[in-house]
Nanobody
């Protein structure tokens, strides 16, 4: 069974930083594309970043480009999202998701983590 588990969320002040982790089990991340999404109350789910299955090429939405960085550690079977310069509008539940390719993980991921809450507030 394929599982993803997010961790690292919490409460942070505006301008602060958090690093989210997405740990995979039951499969190897080297064979999957992984994406980060978020959803705030009353808003649609938003794609933030993704990384391919064969290399570390990364892609970002305009809302987070320059502030967030996605990376993967194949030895730990984990993908990270480093979030800097956080704003109150970044408050949301953050999810990682996976699928076989970048195109499919962006459009309709096959499997999701449970989510981790990020709250940015003074």
């Amino acid at each position: 069974q394929k599982h993803l588990a997010e961790s690292g969320g919490g409460l942070v002040q505006p301008g602060g930083s958090l690093r989210l982790s997405c740990a995979a089990s039951g499969f190897s991340l080297v064979n999957s594309a992984i994406a980060w999404f978020r959803q705030a109350p009353g808003k649609a789910r938003e794609g933030l970043s993704c990384v391919g299955s064969t290399d570390n090429h990364a892609y970002y939405s305009d809302s987070v480009k320059g502030r967030f960085t996605i990376s993967r550690d194949n030895a730990k079977n984990t993908v990270y999202l480093q979030m800097n310069s956080l704003k109150p509008e970044d408050t949301a539940v953050y999810y990682c998701a996976g699928d076989s390719s970048l195109s499919t993980v962006v459009r309709g991921p096959g499997y999701w983590g449970q989510g981790t809450q990020v709250t940015v507030s003074s």
